[in-house]
């Protein structure tokens, strides 16, 4: 099955960047999309940006203009690079994938996969 595994949080000031990473593992096939989602204490988990299999990508308003969402195939890894940090964005961050299709062989797949998040605090 999928396992993602997330890197590259941290703390950082405010304005400062970063750069997270999730590695996927080996069972890459028939992934339709994949994004990143965050969770502020006390919030529910919501939607960073996504990127889908031919390139798509969608940002939260929020975020817009500052980070961006990108994919190396041959690495099997995603990136989320975070610049002109806020204090707004500290959260856990966690990467996701769906993996499935409307042809063969990816029409058996219909599964939704989860990283274990990591954390980025920004300072004011």
């Known amino acids: 099955q999928v396992q993602l595994v997330e890197s ?12 997270l990473s999730c590695a996927i593992s080996r069972d890459t096939i028939c992934i339709s999309a994949m994004g990143w989602y965050r969770q502020a204490p006390g919030k529910g988990r919501q939607l960073v940006a996504t990127i889908t299999s031919s390139g798509n990508t ?10 961006t969402i990108s994919r190396d195939d041959a690495k099997n890894t995603l990136y989320l690079q975070m610049n002109s940090l806020k204090p ?4 856990v961050y966690y990467c996701n994938a769906q993996q499935g299709g409307s042809s063969w062989p990816c029409i058996r797949y219909g599964s939704d996969y989860w990283g274990q998040g990591t954390q980025v605090t920004v300072s004011s």
Do not use: I, M, P, W
Request: glycine share 24%.
């Open 58 to 67: 969608n940002y939260a308003d929020s975020v817009k203009g500052r980070f």
């Open 8 to 19: 590259g949080g941290g703390s950082v000031q405010a304005g400062g960047s970063l750069r």
């Open 88 to 91: 707004e964005d500290t959260a």
